[in-house]
């Protein structure tokens, strides 16, 4: 119940294209759902996250869509460039708890010209 | 310049010896955790703290352990009782009360078995 599956493990995109990464969670306990990049040899840095209190979250070219009854979450990136290319977690956790966030295994994108 | 500082970037160590890697951070930030990456394994939490001189175990602590004893810092040592230790740990923190709940990483340390 405290899994994270994130989903594709691997995704080509052509430049200007949309990248769509998706996350499923079990435990209707958590209330904070992040993403995350990481560059080779890099610490992840925070991305961008939601609350379940809304549907959509956007910053910039990066968008979280999340489906509470679907208990489900994703990343798009519109006009995907090749410096995105990274790989991408996504994360859970109950703050209210103050647990640990749970991680996905993680995405690689990478996006070609 | 606010954030979280590990060293070494690189450590090298011979089996059978305990090494430490060190993690610093300024922001203030009550809870801290140590994860441990290997390739296409995600991130796996090693031990985390959420207030001074307290911790706990997360999903793979056998083979380390770790001290709190200021809240800026959190050292992981490696013990030569953890069976395959080279991999990438990365250090985090996070405020315990209000506030962003963004986790923050730092830069990680690259610990290599010879």
């Known amino acids: 119940q405290q899994q994270v599956k994130q989903s594709p493990q691997s995704l080509i995109v052509q430049k200007g294209g949309i990248s769509i990464i998706n996350c499923a969670y079990e435990?209707?306990?958590?209330?904070?759902f992040p993403w995350y990049q990481q560059f080779p040899g890099k610490g992840p840095a925070l991305l961008i996250a939601?609350?379940?209190?809304?549907s959509e979250k956007k910053e910039g070219r990066f968008t979280i869509s999340f489906n509470k009854s679907a208990k489900q979450f994703s990343l798009h990136i519109m006009d995907s460039q090749p410096g995105d290319s990274a790989t991408y977690f996504c994360a859970a956790r109950t703050i209210s708890g103050n647990t640990p966030l749970v991680f996905g295994k993680g995405t690689r994108l990478s996006v070609i010209a | 310049d606010g954030g979280i500082t590990q060293s070494p970037k690189y450590l090298f160590r011979k089996e059978g010896q305990n090494v430490t890697l060190s993690c610093e951070q300024n922001?203030?930030?009550?809870?801290m955790y140590w994860y441990r990456q290997d390739p296409g394994q995600g991130l796996r939490l090693i031990y985390y703290?959420?207030?001074?001189?307290?911790?706990q175990k997360g999903d793979i602590a056998e083979g380390y352990s770790v001290s709190r004893e200021k809240k800026e810092s959190f050292p992981l040592t490696v013990t030569s009782a953890q069976k395959n230790p080279t991999a990438f740990y990365l250090c985090?923190?996070?405020?315990?009360?209000?506030?962003?709940?963004?986790?923050?990483f730092g830069p990680g340390t690259r610990l290599t078995v010879l």
């Open positions: 922001l203030n930030h009550d809870a």
């Open positions: 939601i609350r379940p209190d809304v």
């Open positions: 435990n209707t306990a958590f209330d904070y």
């Open positions: 985090a923190s996070t405020t315990s009360g209000k506030g962003p709940q963004g986790q923050f």
């Open positions: 703290s959420q207030i001074v001189n307290d911790f």
